[in-house]
């Protein structure tokens, strides 16, 4: 992923409202599970890591990436964004500049 196209993600992310949140179990086959469909539906996804979740939202932002085969847009804090395009061509919504 370019720069160019990591900022305009990060544009359309700043208005986003999170999606999912980890908690205290952090990731869990469940929350994989729903990512999984959220990333699918929107391709972009924002989510909150709670305060008593113990792990480090950068790592949890990779293995969720890894996981999904998404790519990790940005984390800031305890927000983490990521975006996997849709698999089926037609249903994809976002257009990522070349």
């Known amino acids: 992923m370019t720069s160019k196209q990591r900022a305009y ?10 999606v999912a949140q980890i908690g205290k179990s952090s990731l869990t086959e ?12 929107r391709e ?3 989510i909150a890591v709670l305060k008593n979740c113990g ?9 969720i990436a890894k ?4 790519e990790v847009v940005q984390v800031i804090g305890r927000k983490i ?8 061509k037609d249903k ?3 257009v990522l500049p070349s």
């Open 67 to 70: 996981r999904l085969h998404g």
């Open 92 to 94: 994809r919504k976002l």
């Open 9 to 18: 993600l990060k544009s359309i992310a700043m208005t986003m409202d999170p």
């Open 81 to 88: 964004v990521l975006y996997r395009p849709a698999r089926q």
């Open 44 to 46: 972009l996804i924002k």
């Open 55 to 63: 792990d480090d939202a950068r790592e949890i932002a990779e293995a």
């Open 30 to 41: 469940e929350g994989l599970k729903g990512l999984e469909e959220a990333l699918e539906a």
